[in-house]
């Protein structure tokens, strides 16, 4: 009987032994994963916020750091790292490239300029801060598209099949604006450059309207980014950064805006360059980050990721609006209040 006893109570003891140090390993193999997703963050910040000659604090609560045109984060490239970089296109393709397309007075087109500007030799760089990339799937996933954002095809008889180009309109259902220019198949080669403006809380962190840019040369799967949270883009113009609010914005009843966006190919170094308004050369993507862009494109498509026949099924959530005036051309206003009473 005695005996009993003390075995149960010797087994009580072992199986309570057992289970703290079971909670012990579950405790320390949570706080190792923290650990770990922390030295993570951390590594990937050092690697995309680089060394700053000055910072400057946005009204939107963005830093702007200006960072040396020879630091950038397009200099992580390995194919980069001994690249000459190229001030100025050989070819602009409204005519002969002139002096003001780089320097001169420009009006506020962004922000975090009434705060002040970037110094010569240097690139605005927007600082990506722990909280953006904790909003992501994870810290590689950080600032890349799904795979399953790949534009839509166009209708067979538009595909390119005699060397031209065709412009196809599309309207946005996820509060952004854009072009592609595009090479390859829709498949896993698709190459793409994208630039435009966009609203993404899951990105920045806020409802802003802000610049972006986009490439991927493998469909979205290993290659690319936005703006520049990888190597890729070479930035050389000191007074737009990729990813800030642009300001004015249009709003209903009041003042409405608009930025240009031109993207074309230089034909002596074949690199594909970048304008915002008509004031600023930002840069290019290199050509040979590319397999089918190194040579030319295929297909051109600008707009968003929703057809406006689909916007027109429900005026509730959004519309769509054409005109045309001695300003703009012929135009077409799209948008709506999303989802509310009427609209589920």
């Known amino acids: 009987m005695g005996f009993a006893q003390f075995s149960r109570g010797r087994s009580r003891r072992a199986l309570a032994v057992l289970f703290c ?24 910040l050092n690697r995309l916020n680089k060394p700053a000659v000055k910072s ?20 992580d490239h390995p194919f980069l790292k001994d690249h000459k970089i ?22 506020n087109t962004q922000l975090w300029h009434v705060n002040g500007r970037c110094p010569e030799d240097t690139i605005p760089v927007r600082r990506t801060k722990k909280d953006d990339i904790l909003r992501a799937s994870s810290v590689k996933s950080y600032g890349r598209k799904k795979q399953r954002t790949i534009p839509k095809s166009a209708d067979p ?13 599309y309207v946005n259902g996820d509060n952004l604006s854009q072009l592609w220019i595009l090479g390859g198949s829709f498949g896993e080669d698709l190459n793409s450059i994208e630039a435009g403006w966009q609203v993404s809380p899951d990105l920045y962190g806020d409802n802003n309207t802000r610049l972006f840019t986009y490439w991927t040369s493998d469909a979205y799967q290993a290659t690319g980014c936005y703006n520049l949270l990888c190597s890729g ?11 800030a609010s642009i300001s004015p914005v249009s709003s209903y009843r009041t003042s409405q ?9 230089d034909p002596k170094e074949g690199h594909w360059w970048m304008q915002f308004g008509n004031d600023y050369v930002l840069g290019y993507w290199p050509s040979f980050l590319f397999s089918y862009l190194a040579d030319s494109a ?10 406006v026949r689909h916007l027109h099924r429900a005026v509730n959530c959004y519309d769509v609006q054409t005109g045309s005036n001695g300003d703009w051309g012929h135009y077409f206003y799209y948008g709506g209040p999303g989802r509310n009473q009427n609209c589920q």
């Open 298 to 307: 295929s297909m051109i498509e600008w707009g968003g990721p929703e057809r």
């Open 257 to 265: 805006y608009d930025i240009s966006i031109l993207v074309w190919k």
């Open 233 to 243: 883009f070479i930035q050389i113009n000191s007074e737009i950064a990729m990813g």
């Open 86 to 107: 190229q001030m100025r296109p050989s070819y602009h393709p409204e005519g002969l490239f002139q002096e003001n397309k780089v320097a001169g007075e420009k009006p």
């Open 56 to 75: 400057i604090k946005s009204p939107d609560g963005d830093i702007i750091d200006c960072v040396h045109i020879s630091q950038q984060p397009a200099f």
């Open 157 to 169: 008889d538009l595909v390119n099949e005699s060397g031209h180009q065709h412009a196809i309109a």
């Open 21 to 44: 140090l079971l909670i012990s390993l579950c405790c320390e193999a949570r706080l190792t994963a923290t650990s770990r997703q922390k030295l993570d963050v951390q590594k990937h």
